[in-house]
């Protein structure tokens, strides 16, 4: 079972959000904020992914110390465009 990151942006003035290089560039990092699925506990600092770290990478609640792992899977993404902003999809 995977997860998708899903961004929502409110595009006044851009037309297309993507990280530069595209969004399978991989060498944009990405950070996100974990929660852990057994405590609960959010982490404090973001943790940063990217696409070039293709294996699962890790990660350890600092409460509980259950691992969880991320793992990014290349080739999924696609530009935020405006068009589909406006249709409320993100
Ligand atoms: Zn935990």
Not at 16 to 43: A, E, I, R
């Amino acid at each position: 079972m995977g997860y998708y990151l899903y961004v929502t942006a409110d595009l006044e003035n851009l037309t297309n959000f993507q990280p530069n290089g595209g969004v399978d560039d991989p060498n944009f990092t990405y950070y996100f904020k974990l929660k852990c699925g057994n405590c609960g506990t959010v982490t404090e600092k973001a943790t940063c992914v990217s696409l070039n770290e293709t294996g699962p990478q890790s990660k350890k609640c600092k409460v509980c110390e259950r691992e969880g792992t991320v793992t990014m899977f290349p080739g999924k993404g696609k530009p935020l465009t405006a068009e589909i902003s406006e249709k409320g999809r993100y």
